[in-house]
Nanobody, 129 residues
Framework: HVQLVESGGEPVQAGGSLRLSCAVA????????LGWFRRTDEQEREGLAA????????YTADSVKGRFTISQDTAENTVYLQLDSLKVEDSGKYYC???????????????????????WGQGTQVTVS
């Protein structure tokens, strides 16, 4: 079965950077898309970025565009989320997730919804002060 393990979250000062990692095991080729989401007190699960696993095309939400970058290392079965110019409001728990196998690759390059993602990691906490 699919397992996702996030890491890299830690306390950081505003303006700083972090790189979050999502290690993937048991990936099924039926799934086209891996996404990063953030949970805060204000939003349950905000879709931040996504990547088409097969060809590397990406999506980044307008709210973080220019500051967050998603990438993957297929040899290491790992997807990254680079967080730059961090703000206090970026604090939250960050999750990676793989969609249920119902999204097209093209859907992964536009706004993502948590409900479409069926496999989730345990999350990693980012605290910006």
């Amino acid at each position: 079965h699919v397992q996702l393990v996030e890491s890299g979250g830690e306390p950081v000062q505003a303006g700083g950077s972090l790189r979050l990692s999502c290690a993937v095991a048991g990936y099924t080729s039926r799934s086209n898309c891996l996404g990063w989401f953030r949970r805060t007190d204000e939003q349950e699960r905000e879709g931040l970025a996504a990547i088409v696993i097969r060809d590397g095309r990406t999506y980044t939400a307008d709210s973080v565009k220019g500051r967050f970058t998603i990438s993957q290392d297929t040899a290491e079965n790992t997807v990254y989320l680079q967080l730059d110019s961090l703000k206090v409001e970026d604090s939250g728990k960050y999750y990676c997730a793989i969609e249920r196998g119902l999204l097209s690759a093209d859907s992964c390059t536009s706004a993502i919804e948590a409900a479409d993602f069926g496999y989730w990691g345990q999350g990693t906490q980012v605290t910006v002060s």
